[in-house]
C-alpha cells in the first residue's frame, strides 16, 4: 500500500507543483495566465516519473540483492518475525 501510494504521489507531483506555480505566476488585468494549462505535458511528467522510480527500485532492490525472505513461523507458540537471510554461498569443487 505504501508503495502505491508512493507512486501515486510522484504521478500528481507535477500537477501540485503546476498548481503552486499558478499561485505566484503574474496575471493580466482579467485575472488570467496568459496560456493554456499545459495537462497533457503534466500527465507526461507525471508517467515519466513514476517510470523512473520504477528503474530506480529495480535497481537499487533487485532480486536477491536482500538475500532470500524467510516468512514469518511459529516456533514453541511464539512468533517468529520475517527477516532476510543471506543465501549459503554453492560449495565449490
Do not use: C
Not at 505504501?2 to 507535477?14: D, K, T
Not at 503574474?26 to 507526461?44: M, N
Not at 536477491?64 to 514453541?76: F, Q
Request: hydrophobic content about 45%.
Amino acid at each position: 500500500m505504501r508503495r502505491a501510494l508512493y507512486e501515486v504521489f510522484l504521478f500528481l507531483l507535477p500537477f501540485v507543483l503546476y498548481f503552486l506555480y499558478t499561485r505566484v505566476a503574474p496575471r493580466d488585468e482579467e485575472g488570467k495566465l496568459g496560456h493554456a494549462h499545459p495537462w497533457l505535458w503534466l500527465f507526461v511528467a507525471g508517467l515519466l516519473l513514476v517510470i523512473a522510480s520504477f528503474v530506480w527500485l529495480g535497481v537499487t532492490e533487485g532480486a536477491g540483492s536482500r538475500g532470500v525472505y524467510v516468512p514469518a513461523r511459529n516456533e514453541h507458540g511464539k512468533v517468529v518475525p520475517g527477516h532476510f537471510e543471506n543465501p549459503s554461498p554453492a560449495p565449490t569443487p
